[in-house]
Structures are given as C-alpha cells and as structure tokens.
C-alpha cells in the first residue's frame, strides 16, 4: 500500500511583530503579560517618585493638591490592577501549562483576549491626565467622594478601565481553572501539582468570586455618578458604607490574589535552590486553600473606625487567617534547613521575601486588634503594612520569579553579577523606604495628605523618599540587564538551576506545543525522579513518550 | 555572605537602639513627638488602655520576629552549599509532628491577643448614661465645627489650623459626629484613637480626658483637595477653667457689631460651592466704611461660607473677618471699616483656597 507523504504546511513569512500580535501561544502571550507588566510597574514607580518628592520637605507645594492626589490614586491602581495582577497572570500563564505538561492553555484565543483587554484598559485609565484630569479619589475610590458632585471625568475612566480589567481577570481565572482540570499530563494527580499550580488555582477561584462583585460595585458607582443613582450617597438616600463593604468583599480577596501566587513562585524557587523538596507539601496546599477560604470573611477590618462593622467576628476572622500563613514561613524556613543552598539572584530575592513579609504579617496582628486598629488604621503605619505585604511580599517575589524564568522564557542568563547589586539597591530600598512609615503613622501622619506641618516628621520622610530613589535606581539597573541578556546571543542551557518541574524538562525556550517527550510523573519533582534514579522506588518506568498536544 | 549578613544585622539593630534611645529622650507631646516604635503617652482612660494592648503586642511581635528572621539568618548562614559539594542533601518531605506544633501554637497565641483584644475594646466602647458634656463634631469640605449645643456655643474653623475644642479633664465627654458631605475621620493622635464621620449616620463615643494640655487633631479619611489642610486642636484644661472659658465665650457671642453709618457703599458676593466665589473681583472707595452682603448659595445642608480680608503686608494675619458664617441659603451683611487705598485678597475662612481681589481706590 502506498502511502502519501503530505507536504509539510508552510507558513506564510510573517513579520515578528505580526506573529506577536497575532499569537494565541501562550507562552508568546505570558511574556506579552510581563512585559506589560513591567511597562506599568515603571509608569506607577514614576508616580510613587512624584508622591516622595512632594513628601521630602514640610508644607511642600512643589505639587499642588489636585494633581497629588491623582498620584497616590494612580499609583496605586496601576500597581495593583496593571502591575501585581498582571505580572503574576503573566508567571501562571507561562510557566502553569509547561508544569502540568500541557500544550497550551484550554483556550488559546480568549487567552490573547484577556491580554489584550489589559493595554486597552491601562490606556482608558491613563487618559484621564489629557481630559482635565485622573482619577483622585485614592484607589478604594470611597463614596460619596467618588460621586458626579465631589470627583471629575477621570472617576468614569477609571470605572470603566477597572471594569475591563476585571473582565480579563475573569476570562483568564476562568482559562486556568479548566487548563488545570483538564490539561493535566499523565500522571499529574492534583497531589503531584507543583506548588505555584496550586495557588495559581486558588487564586483563579478567589477571582470568579470576587471580581463580579466588584464589577456590580462599579456599575453601580458609574449609575449613581451618571443616571441619578442612589446606591452609594447618603444625600440621594444611598448608604455611604455599603461602597465599602462592597469594594472591600472584593478588595481583601484581592490581597490573596496578590499574594498566593507569589507564595508559590517562592515555594517553587526555595527548594531548588536549597536542593531539598518543599517541607510539608500537604500542609502548604490546605493551608493555601485555608487562606482562600478565610480570605472572604475578613473584608470589613479595613472599616474598623466606621463605626458600621460587628467588630469580634471580622477581628476573631483576621487574627485566624494569620495561622496558616505562619504556617507557610515555618515551612518555608524548614525547607531551607539541612539544604545546600546557592545564592543564585532568585534565591536571594527569595530570601529577601522572607524577611520583609514576615514584617507584613506580624504587622496584621496589631491591625486585628480592634482597640490598636483604630489609632493605626488610615495613618502611615497602614501605608508600610501594606508595602510590606505588596513590595516585600508579591514584588520581591515576582523578582524571584523573573530570575528564575528568564532564562526559559528568552532562552538567555541574566547577569548574576547585576542581579546581586539589584537585590543589595532593592532590599535596602525597600526596607528605607517603608520601615519608618511606621513609625511616622504612630507619630499621627495620616496617609494621603499632600502636605504635613510638624517638623519632626521630616527626618523620616527623607530616608523613605531615598529609599525610594534607591529602588528605582535598582530599577534601572535591572532593566539594563534584561536589555543587554536580549541582545546576547541565546546561552541558556534548558535546565540552569537544576530544577524540579517539568518546565525544565523542555528547551529554552521551549518549542510550540511545548514538549517533545515529558518525563512519567511520579511526584511533585517529575525532573529531579529522572535526574536521581537512584532514589527511586523499585517499581520504575522509561519516559513515557508522548506525541506534542496530547495532554490527556 | 556572612560577612554582609552580619553587617546588615548590625546596622538593623543600631538603627533600631537609635530609635529607641530618641524615642525615650524626646519629649513625648502627642502631635509632636519623635517618630518612634511607641506612640506618645494617651491622655484620655480609653486611649491607655488600648496603648497598653498595643505595648503587648508589640512584644510577642519582638520576638517572634527575633525567633523567626533569627532562623532564616541561621538558616542562610549555616547551610550555604560550599564549593565542590554537589552531593544531594537528605530529602526531608515534612514531619508531622514539627507541623502540627507550628500551627497550635500560633492559634493559641492569636486566640490570646483575640481575647485580650476584646477586653480592651470592651473598655474603649463603655459609655455613661448621662454624660455632663457634649460635643457635636460636624465635619465638611474642608474644615470643622464644634457645637457646644446646651452651652449654645459653636466654633467653625477658620484657616488652616481650624478650630479649638476646649475640654474639662476628669469628666465624661460625649462626642457625636456628623457629615453632610463626603466621609471624614475624627483623629486625635493623643487619644490614640479615631472614629470616622460619615454622611447619613451619626457615630458616638465616650472618652474621659485625664491630662491637661494642647493636642493636635486631624482628618484621616481622605476627603478631596483639602484634606491635607483640615486641622484641629483640643485643648484640654480643669473643670474650673472649663466652666470659665464657657462663660467667657458666652458673653463675648452676645456682642454685637457696631451700625453701619448711613448712606455706606454696599457691595454684594455671594458663594455657591467650595472651590471659588461666585464673584472674583469687588471695588470700594478708599477711606470710607462699607458693607458686604454675602450670600451663601449652597442647598440646604451645605457648608458655611465667609468673607474675610487678608493682610496685604503678606503675612497670613487677617484684617477683617466677618462674623458670623453664613450657613447653607442664608445672606449677611458685614461691617468692613475703612481701609486704605490699594489691592487686597479676600478669602473665606473656612474654604481658604477660595479667594478674590479687592480693590480699594
């Protein structure tokens, strides 16, 4: 019988840029997503510089009211919504399809859809400077302030930007939650998940079920603020805290988002480089699924001094939730323990981490204590907490992250010699810039204020504001590395660190579809099994050969 | 490594003794105190309580992070693969029995602070049924009110140090807050303590001064353009000095302004929301008297308005102020005496990012 050899279906040439702008891989599209990502971080560094200038001298008008407070507003929605999110989306939708041994996410085109809503939105937000001005309500945008008779044209823009934002959060959520139901390699039991697939699918959950909310919070706002609406201001017959609770619902779930993804990067990154598996896998994935959990039923300790909050059930809520994150710093700490470890950059950044999330965290404790609460909660000691949760927790993480990827991602090593001054400037920077804000909120200086009289409180504000040229020229830096590593030629090996997960078990960067052949999975480390036979136990298999795509 | 480690933990701790040591030496007047790792002593019964439980905590937080930064700093130290060693360490997959010891004690601790919370919150929300003062805190963009209503006094603050609120010590003060606007917070770093003032529901609270002195206060929930500027002062004095300063006060609301001569220029302003006056210019003759009707055109429950005049010599001295304000739809007429010819600014005391030029010829 004879058989037809068909031709190979040629391509036609198509300009790089095209493919990028075109591509429904989503390996193309995670780095689309950090790419953005870092464009965003650098815009809301920017506004962060403009708010510590300000803040540097007492009585300081060099900025005037207005314009201030469209910085701290945009500064922190672009961090939040256009930076954090994005970027750990971006290392989930990388890195999760390659450590399930998928081929691709479940669906590719919405995939690029839920990218591509992210610099539409980010554009809607920012236009709001060339039409009379941003959004200036801060980022929890409370009513009545963010009503048509207290705040401009530039509050509709960031309703409407924050609301397609959301709509790529969901898609997405959405997208990952069926890759990982359904994509899994064989083998890959849900017990097996590498850690960040884990609070990847956490994550996604906590997003299905906050993001709608608010969503409809943002409908209503924007009705109120255009149609005559009565939802959220009290002088129209609305409740002024319902805002809050409602943005809050969705806004403390949100803090997990932030942060579970980038426990994982960091459960990733520390047993590779300690040479050790994660201790207690087990406990870290029902202590993550605890923390999902709880996460929904803490939302109202930021509206302690409301006066409109059952105060014993949402402070009891706070100070449970901080025993499975213990949990996770014993852990993580005991995997570093008896280890071999290399200070790679990841490493240190990850290190790095642990020392300032700690900060993070202990600082819960005094902010689920009601009493203590109502003399910190909106003072400079809650602006430090909350940098040391979101810039020494998920930022110090999502570097990890970086360094780590990188080389899978462009198939080049970043500079370690660079990358150890950027983690020395970063982690002094970081801890410059938010430590003594803590010191200042118990001195009384309330956040959000463009200006402060007292003297006494210069001096700190001066270290925090080097601090944070500090960490901006760390910035730089690290950008100068990523440009100079692109313009090498490629040199990474496709398994530089000596990895555990299958990501590793593919070129770098790896082809389309992924993989040639995958490792049998046999465990949570599928790479380390094939690399140490010898620990095996008796019952062993070749590689399972698998044909590209066919993930079932 | 270790090297920098060490460094690192050595600048840590003498930044941290330095902060300490200045906390302790500064003197400790709430508003103006030493940034440190403690606030300043409370004045008020509640306020120390809940500094006591914030010293507590502080306390576990010390060492549980000493326990914890002082394992990963063992941990980075002691473990760091040294060169040539590529042998595989002992593959620990977790212990049971580590697990569980470092998720009960850290729920029996939170359980702790929890109940102790409570305690102390228990102390900070006990109110008297008859209070023998109390004060109605009203407030607005961007600038407070402080009504004495059975004493039938009220103070609104004027510029940006706002109004004084004078209290007895030893007594129960009830405070009730209120706003008409956008939501504000009712923040007394010296009280350790801040309840927010929210437009459709009125807060109420008890605290019971113990110190006599001067405090600064100011709003903490972001309220828009002037928030930075939305100041106040408790002054906190004896029993006997209250009673005093109450009839002072009294009295001097009684006094009435003198007539206007007949046949006096009258110029009309008038305002209708917090950014600007509807006029921005106004004309008078030098060397003569003149009246100024002011109009407050906000809706009913609106923010008062005023017309003062300011010191042209450049300092931030006012040359007239006009009494009283003109709340929400009502008109007044000021007595401006006589001023010299030249270019003045007039601004409203209680929005002072609202001004006019006046031009006196």
Redo the contacts between chains.
Sequence with gaps: MATTVLPRATTYSRSRAYEWLTTTDHKKIGIMYVASSYFFMCLGGLLALGIRTQLAVPNDTLIPNALYNQLFTMHGTTMIFFFVMPMLAGFANYAMPLMIGAADMAFPRINALSFWIIPVSGLLLFSGFAFGGAASAGWTSYSPLAEAKYSGIGQDLWILALLLNGMSSILGAINMLVTIFKLRAPGMTMLRLPIFVWTVLVTAVLLVFAVPVLASGLVMLFIDRNYGGSFFDPAAGGDAILWQNVFWFFGHPEVYIMILPAFGIISEVLPVFSRKPLFGYKAFVLATVSIGVLGFGVWAHHMFATGAVYLPFFSAATFLISVPTGVKMFNWVATMWRGKLRFTTSMLFAVGFLISFLIGGLDGAFAASTPVDFDITDTYWVVSHLHYVLFGGSAMAIMAGTYYWFPKMVGRMLDERLGKVHFTLMFVGLQLTFFPMHLLGLAGMPRRIAEYAPTVWQPLNVVATIGAFTIAASMLQFLWNMFTALRRPADAPDDPWDANTLEWATSSPPPPYNFERLPEVRSERPLFDLKHPELRKPATAAAVVVSPGSGH | ?RRAAIAWTRS?LALAVL?LVVGAC?EAT???????????PAITDQ?Q??ES??AF??W??VA??VL??G??IF??LR???RKG?D?????????MG??LA??IV??II??A??I???N??QK?DASTPNPPLTVDVTGF?WQWTFDYKAQGLSFTGQGTDGPTMVLPVGEDVHFRLHS????H?F?V?GF?????V????T?EFDLTLDQTGTY?G????????????M?FTVQAVSPADFSAWVAKEQEAAKATPSPLPSGAQSLTLSASNTTAFDESTLSATAGQPFAVVFTNNEAA?GPPHDFAIKDPAGSSNLLFTGQPLAQAGQTVTYSVPALAAGTYTFICIVHPNMTGTLTVK
């Design positions: 490594m840590l902060a500064a709430p508003g103006n105190q030493v940034p440190n790792f403690f606030p300043a306020g309580a809940s439980l914030y905590i502080f576990i937080a549980i992070f914890v930064e394992l990963i941990a980075v473990y760091r693969r060693d042998e595989l360490p002992v593959q620990t997959h977790g212990s580590f697990e470092w998720t850290p729920f939170v359980v602070l929890f102790l919370s409570e102390t919150q900070v963009q008409n606007d956008v939501i917070s923040y770093p350790f303590f801040k309840k927010d929210v437009p459709g529901r807060n600064t100011q709003c903490a929930e972001f309220c828009g353009l002037g928030h930075a500027d100041r429950g």
